[in-house]
């Protein structure tokens, strides 16, 4: 196997964690215009929940050994859910932030901790 084969595949989930956090950015961020998205009550908040849940699942898979991993992570996955909800709401002019989606990225990212706290061993 090529040397930076075997240099990815050991740095997968690392990749995986800021690939995914830079897509999550960059969608957060991006202008929307006629979206068909889900009609249903809460349906963007469910989403926003689940983007969290899965950011904090590939961080803590990315750095297994990471002293006080759980809580920093916990805080990065926060402090970015209000950041971008701040840039929404300030520097978008056809998104705006809302304080129920930083609640729901705050309760994903919990349930993404305790997920894993509970069957984080599955997974390696």
Same mark, same amino acid.
């Given at each position: ?12 989930? +690392? #990749? ?7 897509? $999550?950015?960059?969608?957060? /961020?991006?202008?929307?215009?006629? &979206?068909? *998205? ?6 963007? +908040? #469910? ?7 899965? $950011?904090?699942?590939?961080? /803590?898979?990315?750095?297994?050994? &990471?002293? *006080? ?21 300030? /520097? ?33």
């Amino acid at each position: 196997m090529p040397k930076l084969t075997k240099k990815i595949l050991r740095h997968k989930y +690392k #990749i995986l964690a800021v690939g995914y956090t830079l897509w $999550l950015t960059a969608i957060s /961020l991006t202008p929307l215009n006629n &979206l068909n *998205l889900p009609s249903f009550s809460y349906a963007d +908040k #469910i989403v926003h929940f689940f983007l969290y849940f899965f $950011l904090v699942l590939f961080w /803590l898979r990315a750095y297994p050994d &990471l002293r *006080l991993k759980k809580l920093l992570l916990f805080i990065f996955a926060v402090l970015l859910g209000i950041i971008i909800e701040f840039l929404q709401e300030y /520097l978008i002019p056809t998104r705006s932030g809302d304080a129920f989606d930083a609640l729901a990225n705050t309760l994903g990212a919990l349930s993404g901790l305790v997920f894993y706290q509970r069957f984080g061993k599955m997974f390696g």
